[in-house]
Antibody, heavy 118, light 107 residues
Framework: EVQLVESGGGLVQPGESLRLSCAASGFTFSSFSMNWVRQAPEKGLEWVSYISSSTSTKYYAGSVKGRFTISRDNAENSLYLQMNSLRDEDTAVYFC???????????WGRGTLVTVSS | DIQMTQSPSTLSASVGDRVTITCRASQTISSWLAWYQQKPGKAPKLLIYKASTLESGVPSRFGGSGSGTEFTLTISSLQPDDFATYYCQQYNSYSRTFGQGTKVGIK
């Protein structure tokens, strides 16, 4: 059974950093590209970042480019999101999701809540 | 960046109704479009990919069509379990973009 479990969320102040993790199991993690998607409270989905299976390609939404860094450890079956210079508007539930068929997202974790507030 | 616009933002329907949701892309995306269903407090669920291909395990009352810039999600006969928010997502460009969502409520 495919499972994605996010962790690392919490309450931080504006300007601080946080690192999210996503533990994958039930599939060959190294064969799949992965994404982070977020959802602010009572708002819609916002794609955040993509990383290819080999880590050679990474993409970011304009709203996080230069502040967030996506990475992965295929030996550990783990996906990461390093978030620096956090802003109030980064407050959201962050989901990791598996990328298939060229870009649709077929498996999602339950998400981890990041709250940025002073 | 490619923008995705869904309509309507909300709709009210009854069990058994045929429901149609539209998604428009700001530029052509071929058939690189997916549809998701999300219920409160849950992760989104993939329904359709490549505009019209039904994800495994998704009921056949869900259907997708379109190409280029205009796409449609149709639920042929709305069931109680279908009251949720639906999102389209493009994956034509190096980035992915979601529509703003359509909330399907009970009439």
């Amino acid at each position: 059974e495919v499972q994605l479990v996010e962790s690392g969320g919490g309450l931080v102040q504006p300007g601080e950093s946080l690192r999210l993790s996503c533990a994958a199991s039930g599939f060959t993690f190294s064969s799949f590209s992965m994404n982070w998607v977020r959802q602010a409270p009572e708002k819609g989905l916002e794609w955040v970042s993509y990383i290819s299976s080999s880590t050679s390609t990474k993409y970011y939404a304009g709203s996080v480019k230069g502040r967030f860094t996506i990475s992965r450890d295929n030996a550990e079956n783990s996906l990461y999101l390093q978030m620096n210079s956090l802003r109030d508007e980064d407050t959201a539930v962050y989901f990791c999701a598996r990328d298939v068929a060229g870009g649709s997202l077929d498996y999602w974790g339950r998400g981890t809540l990041v709250t940025v507030s002073s | 960046d490619i923008q995705m616009t869904q309509s309507p933002s909300t709709l009210s329907a009854s069990v058994g109704d045929r429901v149609t949701i539209t998604c428009r892309a700001s530029q052509t995306i071929s058939s690189w479009l997916a549809w998701y269903q999300q219920k409160p407090g849950k992760a989104p669920k993939l329904l359709i990919y490549k505009a019209s291909t039904l994800e495994s395990g998704v009921p056949s009352r869900f259907g997708g069509s379109g190409s280029g810039t205009e796409f449609t999600l149709t639920i042929s006969s709305l069931q109680p379990d279908d009251f949720a928010t639906y999102y389209c997502q493009q994956y034509n460009s190096y980035s992915r973009t979601f529509g703003q969502g359509t909330k399907v409520g009970i009439k």
